[in-house]
Every structure is written in C-alpha cells, then in structure tokens.
C-alpha cells in the first residue's frame, strides 16, 4: 500500500512549481485563479467553500458553476460548506450540500464533479453517501480530515474525524481524496492505512512562508531571519547536511544553490515541496504522534458496525454532556 498521491495547493503564479517539478498534481482555486491552466499531470479545482466557512464569504453555486465553465481542469470539487462546528452538522447543511453536487452535476456534464463528505454523525454521513454512489461516482472528496493536524477542536479532534474517514473506506469502492491535508509524514502515513487514494497540501508553501524547511525524519526546522520563537527549532550544520544529502540523492536540480535557496521564501517553498513530494513516508523522529498511527490501524481492523457505533459514541460524548 502506496502513501496517497499528494495534490499541491498553488493559490496563484508567485510560485510556478509547475516549472520547477513537472509531472506533479496541482490544486487551484477557482476564486481566485485567473490565468490559464497550469502544466500538470492533472489539475484539481477547489471551489473555496472552506474559505466562505473561515472567511464569511459569500459564495453562491451559480458562482461556482459560472467559474467552473471559465476553467479547465480535470476533477472538479464540489460546493460543500463544511459544518461550523466541529464533527456536527445539521440535516439541512447536508441537503444543501448534496443539492449543491447535484446542480453542478447536472449543469456541468462535460466536468468531473467531486461530492465532498465531512465529519459528521452517522445518519447524515449514509445520507450524502447514499446520493452521491447513486450517481456512480467514481471519487469522494473527505474533508474531515483537518482537524486531526490542527488539532483545534479540543480533546479528541486528533482521532475523531478518522472514524468516518475509516468508514467511508469500507463503504466506498471508489477512490478518496483528503482535503485540506497538513505537511506531517505521521499523517500521510495514518490516511495510507485507511486507504486514501490521494490528498491536497499547502504545507510547502505556509511552511516556507513561516521561515521553515522540511528536513526528512527530522520535521521543520527554522531559517528565517524573524522572532519566530513558538514551535521553532533552528536549522542546525547537521540538519542541513541531512537535508542536502536527501535533495542530492532525490535528483533534486538545484543542489548547488541549497544555501542560497533556503533564504528566501521561493527558494524554501520549492525545496519543501520537493521534499514533500519524494519524502513523503519518511515519519519524523520523536515528535510524539506516532500513537496517530497505533489509532489508525486499531479502528482499521473494525467492521462497519463498529464503526458507526465508535462514531455516534465519540460525537455524541462531545455534545450531549
């Protein structure tokens, strides 16, 4: 079982990783992208319903579909508001969602459109699922997945939204796309158990924004020239010959500018996503989530019923209390 195929988020042309790493998968956005379509393997279309969630964005379908017809793409996500709070959602979201897929479904029939299903209690999740396998879908978009690498929606947030994911793995023959993925080797590892076929990051990108290289079992280290201080660990000689040594072995094609690269952000966001790309199963060494994995394979091994039961329980223990 491969690690899932990762989709470089590209929010603009400031960084054409395009030109720097052919043959990879991007992901644009259809709010703000403007130019032609970049040269990928394959390109997915994000509609920006998570930004309308963080940003109070207003976003209508009509908007969606009349951007989908400008782009040109190849997988195409559906407009799916993901629940304001966290694993909770209410019958009239997911219908909203689910009219949504089916609008853009039937108006856009010479795109591939993506159905989106998040973290939410068992009758809503079999309800989208149930609609978007009668379509004959061939790819569902999970975007509950988040939470476990923010771990913002406190005790629990970690493990939570991988039940369904982990449901959705048995229920669903098609394949799965994480959404919204951070840049941890842990994770990628843990989606790999349940089967994920392939995943979105922007970690390349915020990593080097925030002054910080990935170095291949070693995490994020710092370079920048900031006051960064929560969470930051300076790149030391060593770390940076680890990370030589790796983007030499990798073909990367600019090892001779490394020390020069890691100074700026461009430099540092094409050696992440480098990094990111052909290192992406080397698990960070001591950064205490490697029981993410033990979780994983535990809720791996139960049946569906299980599942759902484990699922219900662990949302209704949060707000039923």
């Not at 992901?27 to 920006?48: H, L, Q, Y």
């Not at 170095?215 to 020239?225: D, L, S």
């Not at 790796?246 to 073909?251: D, R």
């Not at 990367?252 to 990094?275: C, H, Q, S």
Request: charged share 25%.
């Amino acid at each position: 079982m491969q690690i899932p195929k990762i989709v470089f988020v590209v929010p603009d042309t400031m960084i054409r990783l395009w030109d720097y790493m052919p043959n990879i998968d991007l992901m644009i956005n259809s709010i703000r992208w403007k130019w032609e379509k970049p040269t990928a393997t394959t390109v997915w279309v994000d509609s920006g319903g998570y930004q309308v969630m963080v940003k109070g964005m207003k976003l209508t379908v009509d908007d969606v579909l009349s951007r989908y017809r400008r782009i040109e793409g190849d997988y195409f996500m559906s407009l799916d508001i993901p629940p304001s709070r966290f694993c909770y959602t209410t019958k009239e979201l997911v219908n909203e969602n689910i009219k949504n897929f089916e609008y853009l479904y039937s108006k856009l029939d010479d795109k591939n459109i993506v159905p989106i299903i998040h973290c939410y209690e068992s009758s809503l999740f079999f309800k989208a699922l149930d609609v978007y396998k009668s379509y004959g879908v061939k790819l569902i978009g999970y975007g509950g997945a988040v939470p476990p690498s923010l771990a913002k929606g406190g005790r629990g947030s970690r493990t939570t939204p991988l039940i369904p994911l982990a449901l959705l793995s048995k229920l669903f023959n098609g394949d799965i796309h994480a959404l919204g993925i951070g840049g941890t080797s842990t994770l990628y590892t843990a989606l790999k158990i349940v089967g994920v076929k392939s995943m979105d990051s922007s970690s390349w990108r915020v990593k080097a924004a925030y002054g910080k290289v990935i170095v291949p079992g070693c995490g994020e280290r710092y370079v920048g020239n900031g006051k960064a201080s929560f969470g930051r660990k300076d790149l030391s000689k060593e770390d940076f010959e680890k990370l030589v040594n790796a983007l030499q072995k990798s073909g990367f094609p600019y090892i001779e500018k490394v020390d020069m690269l890691i100074k700026t952000f461009r430099g540092r966001a094409i050696i992440n996503a480098w990094i990111v790309k052909h290192y992406p199963d080397v698990l960070e060494k001591s950064n205490g989530y490697s029981w993410i994995i033990e979780y994983v394979k535990k809720i791996a091994r139960l049946n569906v019923d299980e599942l759902i039961k484990l699922l219900d329980k662990r949302i209704k223990s949060l707000y039923h209390n």
